[in-house]
C-alpha cells in the first residue's frame, strides 16, 4: 500500500453520525486536486488527537482515507478554536476544514459545508443501574447539573420553561472542569444527572459502561466538513468520494471504533492463564526476568505493566491497535524493526516494549532525577505517549505543581489536558488528552507490582538496582 504523506503544523496564531452528503454540480474534471492539501482542525476526543505518538480521530481517519482514494499528501494545521480554524480558511491559510463545522445560517455565510452530514443531540447522562428517566417530563422535581455559562445551560433552561418550571438546574463550574468531568461523576454516582452532546456522551460511554445516553433533550444539531464558498470544485470532490460505497464502509468502521468499541481492558480468564504453574505469575517470567536487567528494573514491575495492559494475553487487539502483552502500537513496532507478522510473537513483543522504557527513560532522565519517581513519569508515558507527560510536567511547573513528583502534582496536571485552556497553553505542544485514563493506569501498575513483590519472589533479578 502507497504510504500516505502527512505533516502536522500549529496554527499559533490562531492558536453520530452518518446521514448523508451535501449536493452540488461537479466541477471535478475542470479542477484537479492538488498534490498537498492543507487540512485545518481542531484538538478533540474525537476529531484529531495524538495517542501514543499516533495520529488519531475520526475525521482524521476519513480525511486520510479521501487523500488515499485520490493519491494525494496532507498536511495538518490545529488551530486554537473554531472560530480561529475558520477564520484560517477564509484567509486561505488552509483548504478544508476536517472536522464539525455547525450547518447554521451563521456559518452559511462563511463556509460551505461539505462530506457527510452529522447530526447530534444533547442527551441526559443518567447511572443505567437507576430508575431510567425514559421522558423530558419526567426531570420535573429532579436534579440536573450543567455546565454554568454553556449551552446545556441555555437548554435545559428553556426546557424548564417548556415544562413550566419545576426542574432543578444546578450551574456548576471551575477552570478544569469539563463534560467528560460531569460524567465520570454519573458514573461514580456523585452527580444523578447532567447533559451533554450526542456524540460526547457516546464516546465517553466506550469507557463508562454503566451510564445511559439514550434520551434526547434537544433538536438535532447538523454539522459537517467545510471549504471556502467559492471551492465548489473542492467540496464536489469531498462529496464525490464520500457517497461512494467504499467511503461509507470505511466511515462505518472508524465510526465504530472511536464511538463503539469499549475503550478499557477486557480482563478475561483465558485458557492462557489457567496453565499458569504454582509460584508464576505468568506464563511468561522468564521474558521478564530476561530483559528486565536491560531497564534496571525488578522483574515483577514490567509484569505489572505487561497484566495491565492484556492481562498476559497476546492475542489481545486494543480498540486503538496496540497489540500483543506488552499492547505496542504497530508504529511503535516498525520503529524497532519488528512487524506485523511477529508483533504478538511474547518475546518479541517484550524485547520490543522493554527498548520502548529504556529510550523513554533516557528523555525523562535529566527530568526527574529521582529514579523511583521517574519511574511513575515512565509508566505514564508508556500508556499515554511521552509527549504528554512532557506537556503536564510543563504545565506543573507553570501552575504551582512539583514538576518532579507524580502523585498529587504532575498525575493532576495531565488531567488538564483535556481541557482546552490547558491544551492550548503556550507550554503544550501535543494537545488534547484524555489524562484520567493514564493516572488510572499508573495506579494499577503500582497495585499489582505491589501484590506481586509482597507474594512472589524476586527470583532470578540478578541487577542491582532492583526497585
Known amino acids: 500500500m502507497k504510504r500516505l504523506p502527512v505533516i502536522i503544523a500549529s496554527l499559533l496564531s490562531a492558536a453520530g ?53 485520490r493519491g494525494i499528501g496532507l498536511k495538518f494545521v490545529v488551530a486554537r478554536s ?53 421522558d423530558v417530563t419526567q426531570l420535573v422535581g429532579r436534579d ?18 417548556e ?31 447532567t447533559i451533554v452532546d450526542s456524540d460526547i456522551a457516546m464516546f465517553n460511554h466506550t469507557y463508562y459502561d454503566s451510564i445511559d445516553i439514550g434520551l434526547k433533550v434537544s433538536f438535532p444539531q447538523r454539522s459537517s466538513w ?24 470505511y466511515s462505518k468502521t472508524a465510526l465504530r471504533r472511536y464511538f463503539e468499541l469499549s475503550k478499557g481492558l477486557q480482563h478475561t480468564d483465558t485458557a492462557m492463564r489457567r496453565t499458569v504453574p504454582p509460584g508464576d ?47 505496542l502500537m504497530p508504529s511503535t513496532a516498525a520503529g524497532y524493526g519488528l512487524d506485523m507478522e511477529h508483533i504478538t510473537d511474547p518475546e518479541q513483543n517484550v524485547r520490543v516494549a522493554v527498548l520502548t522504557l529504556i529510550d523513554i527513560e533516557k528523555m525523562l532522565a535529566q527530568r526527574i532525577v529521582n529514579p523511583d519517581e521517574r519511574i511513575k513519569f515512565i ?5 499515554a505517549g511521552v509527549g504528554h507527560v512532557l ?29 482546552p485552556q490547558y491544551y492550548n497553553d503556550s507550554v503544550c505542544h501535543y494537545g488534547y488528552f484524555r489524562g484520567r485514563q493514564t493516572v488510572a493506569y499508573v495506579a494499577e501498575v503500582e497495585q499489582h507490582y505491589l501484590f506481586y513483590k509482597n507474594k512472589y519472589h524476586k527470583s532470578n533479578q540478578t541487577d542491582k538496582k532492583q526497585r
Open 17 to 69: 453520525m452518518w446521514m448523508g452528503c451535501a449536493g452540488g454540480h461537479s466541477n471535478l474534471s475542470r479542477h484537479p486536486l492538488p498534490d498537498t492539501l492543507v487540512v485545518g482542525t481542531v484538538y478533540s476526543p474525537t476529531s484529531f488527537f495524538i495517542m501514543r505518538g499516533d495520529t488519531m480521530g475520526y475525521d482524521y481517519d476519513r480525511i486520510c482515507d479521501f487523500a488515499r482514494s
Open 391 to 419: 506537556d503536564a510536567i510543563e504545565l506543573a511547573r507553570k501552575y504551582d505543581k512539583d514538576p518532579n513528583l507524580w502523585n498529587g502534582n504532575v498525575e493532576e496536571a495531565i488531567l488538564w489536558k483535556a481541557n
Open 226 to 249: 467545510a471549504v471556502r464558498i467559492e471551492d465548489q470544485w473542492l467540496a464536489d470532490s469531498i462529496n464525490a468520494w464520500s457517497s461512494s460505497g467504499n467511503a461509507q464502509a
Open 379 to 383: 509508566v505514564a508515558s508508556y500508556n
Open 82 to 134: 473554531l472560530t480561529a480554524l475558520v477564520d484560517s480558511l477564509r484567509h486561505h491559510h488552509v483548504d478544508l476544514v476536517a472536522c464539525e463545522i455547525p450547518i447554521t445560517a451563521e456559518y452559511r455565510q462563511l463556509v460551505l459545508s461539505c462530506g457527510a452530514v452529522n447530526e447530534t443531540h444533547q442527551v441526559l447522562i443518567q447511572h443505567a443501574g437507576d430508575s431510567i428517566v425514559t
Open 281 to 327: 505469575i505468568s506464563p511468561y517470567d522468564d521474558l521478564f526476568k530476561k530483559y528486565s536487567p536491560q531497564l534496571g528494573w525488578d522483574w515483577r514491575l514490567l509484569a505489572a505493566i505487561a497484566y495491565t495492559e492484556s492481562n498476559f494475553d497476546p492475542e489481545v487487539v486494543s480498540w486503538a491497535g496496540a497489540r500483543g502483552i506488552m499492547q
Open 144 to 161: 440536573v447539573y450543567v455546565e454554568r455559562g454553556t449551552k446545556y445551560e441555555s437548554r435545559l433552561r428553556n426546557l424548564d420553561s
Open 163 to 193: 415544562l413550566g418550571g419545576g426542574i432543578r438546574i444546578h450551574p456548576i463550574g471551575g477552570d478544569t472542569l469539563m463534560p467528560e468531568d460531569l460524567i465520570a461523576m454519573v458514573q461514580n454516582r456523585q452527580l444523578p444527572l
